[in-house]
């Protein structure tokens, strides 16, 4: 650095810090904190400077800085103000953030992640006795300044002092933006996350809990403890440990941790991950066979009841891994490369109903999806490749929002649908009968919970709709029709056809007053104009399968 620029930036940095009252009022606090063993940001933290490109600079800009606020007769020299060793309360997390290879390492495994992002939010997770020390570290300071007889610090501790981890946020943020064009943002859906631990003080914040009179807070520390295998721990004790520490009283802090805690001899290490934000898929599905489910099955505990469901499942010819889900999720997944998904539609059919017409609106939500950034021509593939199955074809590939997900519930509980099925009955219906059945409209059944799902469904008594019914023979002198109903979301078509040993009323069997049952159903059409229509697409999907089929 230039003498000219280094001067430059020091004399405004200065007089940055010298316009803060606040700042100014702590800034003598800055050399006993280093005599403790602070670094120099960690220093800017204890003194609540919230100026964010102050953090950013080198550690010998710093040290000219405060050197200048040195007005003691014995006037430091500014070297001396840089700590050779690893500082006692971020263990080298902030102190070496504007370390070379540090830097490197983190921006080498972001453009090596493979993800795709236009901005990224960052979260930085320290270890718990980080934090305990910077407390730890505050109140030394405060008792340090009471013996006296000054006052330099608010007693609202959690106001006082800048968390390192914001500190460390507001260097590389930044920094990642300026040098490789990676947009910072505090809220984001992709995410970099950095976890640091420290095993030499890994205990410090469980020691600090347990010193705690509230049991809870034991507990819930002896809770984490036994399930150490769970990804989130660091945090949730780091949370316990804050919670803990703005209840506890500093003379018990400050007897395990004497002047902010002890040196140290090793640095804190890190380990980088990377999560997406739920991507949103939208479109329309056909379910062209009676043999696969909406989504996968899954079996219960019980051994009993997974027998049963194995049964009927190899009964209807159902493949397990064979679902509307998979098959749609498959093909995403070469795309866009995410981890898991989850499937959710404008209502359900049974496994054994087809879904036809226009088909039934849908969503998928892609957790941590690396790519996102598709064309039009990318899209028309995708609809195309599922296709190629023949047993679900899908329409109107799109991505979509997660507040769509809430068109797509309200649409699967209020909209009507239109049902086609096939009706077997005791007896030959006489016309006076069919005329009777395509006279009623607008007629409300009440629905107890079927049996066939009782047991995952809530016992009770549902008010549905039929909007319109009609009947029509098969063929002639025969007990098979065709029946076709619109009804209100949600209503049991089979239940009402065959009465369900009584539990909906009226039902087609007591209009007819015999036995009937049903034989096959479709579902002819949903109700639910979502999402948007992609005709050029659907007709480029179409001639994109015709292409490879005749390849």
């Not at 570290?137 to 006296?148: A, G, H, P």
């Not at 640091?196 to 520390?221: F, V």
Request: net charge neutral; with cysteine.
């Amino acid at each position: 650095m230039e003498e000219s620029s280094l001067e430059g930036l020091v004399g405004y940095f200065t007089r940055v810090l010298s316009q803060n009252e606040i700042v100014r009022k702590k800034m003598s606090s800055v050399f006993p904190l280093i005599d403790f063993g602070c670094c120099l940001r960690c220093c800017l933290c204890f003194l609540s400077v919230r100026e964010l490109s102050v953090y950013q600079q080198q550690d010998k800009v710093l040290s000219l800085v405060f050197s200048n606020f040195d007005t003691s007769e014995n006037k430091r020299d500014a070297e001396t103000l840089i700590i050779k060793e690893i500082c006692v309360v971020c263990f080298g997390c902030l102190q070496n953030i504007l370390n070379d290879d540090f830097l490197n390492n983190i921006t080498t495994s972001i453009k090596e992640s493979g993800y795709e992002f236009d901005n990224y939010q960052l979260n930085i997770s320290l270890p718990a006795s980080c934090l305990a020390r910077q407390y730890a570290m505050y109140y030394s300071i405060v008792e340090y300044f009471r013996k006296k007889n000054e006052c330099l610090f608010d007693d609202k501790v959690e106001n006082d002092f800048v968390k390192v981890k914001e500190a460390m946020k507001w260097v590389l943020g930044p920094y990642l933006s300026n040098k490789h064009h990676f947009t910072f943002q505090f809220k984001s859906e992709f995410l970099v996350k950095i976890d640091y631990k420290h095993e030499e003080t890994a205990q410090e914040g469980l020691a600090i809990i347990s010193s705690l009179e509230k049991s809870n807070y034991k507990r819930k520390i002896y809770e984490l403890e036994k399930e150490k295998e769970k990804e989130k721990q660091t945090n949730e004790i780091s949370s316990k440990v804050k919670e803990g520490l703005n209840e506890m009283d500093k003379k018990k802090l400050l007897e395990g941790l004497e002047n902010g805690g002890s040196k140290v001899e090793t640095r804190a290490v890190f380990d980088i991950y990377f999560e997406r934000m739920g991507v949103y898929i939208a479109g329309r599905y056909n379910k062209l066979t009676r043999n696969i489910s909406q989504t996968p099955w899954s079996f219960g505990d019980e051994e009993e009841e997974q027998e049963q469901q194995e049964q009927e499942q190899q009964e209807r010819g159902k493949e397990i891994g064979n679902s509307v889900q998979e098959m749609i999720g498959i093909v995403l997944k070469d795309y866009f490369q995410f981890t898991s998904c989850n499937f959710s539609a404008a209502g359900r059919e049974d496994i054994d109903v087809r879904m036809l017409g226009r088909g039934r609106p849908f969503m998928m939500e892609l957790t941590n999806a690396k790519k996102i950034n598709f064309d039009s021509k990318l899209f028309v593939e995708m609809q195309a490749k599922i296709n190629q199955n023949k047993n679900v074809i899908i329409t109107d590939l799109q991505m979509s929002s997660k507040n769509d997900m809430s068109i797509l519930k309200k649409g699967a509980e209020y909209h009507k649908k239109v049902y086609s099925c096939i009706v077997w009955t005791e007896k030959e219906l006489n016309e006076n009968q069919i005329e009777k059945i395509n006279s009623m409209k607008e007629f409300v059944i009440d629905q107890g919970t079927p049996l066939r799902v009782l047991h995952r469904r809530a016992v009770g008594i549902r008010k549905k709709m039929i909007h319109d019914l009609n009947c029509r023979r098969l063929r002639k002198h025969s007990n098979f029709y065709i029946v076709t109903l619109t009804t209100q979301a949600g209503t049991y078509i089979k239940e009402f056809i065959h009465g369900d040993f009584g539990r909906t009323k009226p039902n087609f069997r007591m209009l007819i007053d015999c036995e009937a049952d049903i034989l096959e159903l479709d579902v002819l059409s949903v109700d639910l104009e979502f999402p948007k229509t992609m005709e050029q697409q659907n007709i480029e999907a179409r001639n994109w399968l015709l292409t490879q089929n005749t390849k």
